[in-house]
């Protein structure tokens, strides 16, 4: 290592990297979680995304009582979802809303990933 390159690598000051957030969730999405999860046994959300679809990826939810190894965790406003580790990265920077209409309540996933996403809207792909 030269002179100069020692200079440089200590001129550099240390800055944290802001993590981006890997889901983030909407009010509505937060008070319809905490409804579906509270009760005597304690359970949460899991993320993932399988293939199926038109356009051949698609979202999953299920109830889980446990994290796995891999597992992302996010907590916000006393609420926890876990994302799945096989999901990460076609999730990351999304929004989770929760939706209700006349014809339907669902949740709904705000991705920026995705490059194309079928005519019903019910799968994608990143």
Not at 2 to 27: D, E, G
Not at 28 to 50: M, N, Q, Y
Not at 111 to 123: F, L, W
């Amino acid at each position: 290592m030269s002179f100069a390159a020692a200079i440089r690598a200590s001129a550099i000051p240390k800055v944290p990297r802001t993590r981006k957030a890997v889901l983030t969730l909407t009010p509505s999405a937060i008070d319809r979680l905490r409804a579906l999860t509270e009760g005597p046994e304690p359970k949460v959300v899991r993320v993932g995304i399988r293939t199926k679809g038109c356009s051949g990826q698609q979202y999953d939810l299920q109830y889980t009582t446990k994290k796995e190894r891999f597992d992302e965790e996010v907590k916000q406003d006393g609420v926890t979802v876990l994302v799945d580790n096989k999901a990460l990265m076609s999730v990351l920077g999304s929004e989770m809303d929760y939706v209700e209409d006349k014809l339907s309540a669902q949740f709904v996933f705000n991705n920026p990933n995705v490059k194309e996403s079928c005519g019903c809207g019910q799968s994608f792909m990143t």
